[in-house]
T-cell receptor
Framework: QKEVEQNSGPLSVPEGAIASLNCTYSDRGSQSFFWYRQYSGKSPELIMFIYSNGDKEDGRFTAQLNKASQYVSLLIRDSQPSDSATYLCAVNSPGTYKYIFGTGTRLKVLA | DTAVSQTPKYLVTQMGNDKSIKCEQNLGHDTMYWYKQDSKKFLKIMFSYNNKELIINETVPNRFSPKSPDKAHLNLHINSLELGDSAVYFC?????????????FGSGTQLSVL
């Protein structure tokens, strides 16, 4: 079992719709969860982080964490073509000195 | 000001050559990392350094030798390059000892081994 799993996609949504990206992780000791966006040919850019169970909203983005189910998700409301990118889920655990990434989900927002 | 900068951005070289990638961060972070991203976008950690000390070496071939002269710099030297080394290499940094700190990436070095 991979440490952090994501559906590779592509996930296609029409402009204005809600895009839902999911991530599961295997280490129950994980405490910090991050979503990065990566455009083609660019470096990953942090867009959301969440540490506590529940929802965290920032503009059009909402991160959801359920530690009991070892599940973290990212919702993008009112999706725009400029949101088309690969979204990477990352997890870290205390004392490990590393951030573990999923394989990423490619999102396509269709105009 | 660029927070995490790495050079060069592109590196094209022949098999068997030796090459280096340099990385510097001006964020005052205590931990720096090298990640390798393959053609399928999977980001895999290679090394992490905390306060210039090697903390993680993720079963990377010993042809790869990182060096951290100080907390702000982490370089990567690769000997005897192989075709399979072609990838994008990202330097990154964070505060480790601060709880829940975020990871910041450099712009990446696209290495092509011919």
């Amino acid at each position: 079992q991979k440490e952090v799993e994501q559906n590779s996609g592509p996930l296609s949504v029409p402009e204005g719709a809600i895009a839902s990206l999911n991530c599961t992780y295997s280490d129950r000791g994980s405490q910090s969860f991050f979503w990065y966006r990566q455009y083609s040919g660019k470096s990953p850019e942090l867009i959301m982080f969440i540490y506590s169970n529940g929802d965290k909203e920032d503009g059009r983005f909402t991160a959801q964490l359920n530690k009991a189910s070892q599940y973290v998700s990212l919702l993008i409301r009112d999706s725009q073509p400029s949101d088309s990118a690969t979204y990477l889920c990352a997890v870290n655990s205390p004392g490990t000195y590393k951030y573990i990434f999923g394989t990423g989900t490619r999102l396509k927002v269709l105009a | 000001d660029t927070a995490v900068s790495q050079t060069p951005k592109y590196l094209v070289t022949q098999m068997g050559n030796d090459k280096s990638i340099k990385c510097e961060q001006n964020l005052g972070h205590d931990t720096m990392y090298w990640y390798k991203q393959d053609s399928k976008k999977f980001l895999k950690i290679m090394f992490s350094y905390n306060n210039k000390e090697l903390i993680i070496n993720e079963t990377v071939p010993n042809r790869f030798s990182p060096k951290s002269p100080d907390k702000a710099h982490l370089n990567l030297h690769i000997n005897s390059l192989e075709l399979g080394d072609s990838a994008v290499y990202f330097c990154a940094s964070s505060h480790w000892h601060r709880e829940n700190e975020k990871l910041f990436f450099g712009s990446g070095t696209q290495l092509s081994v011919l």
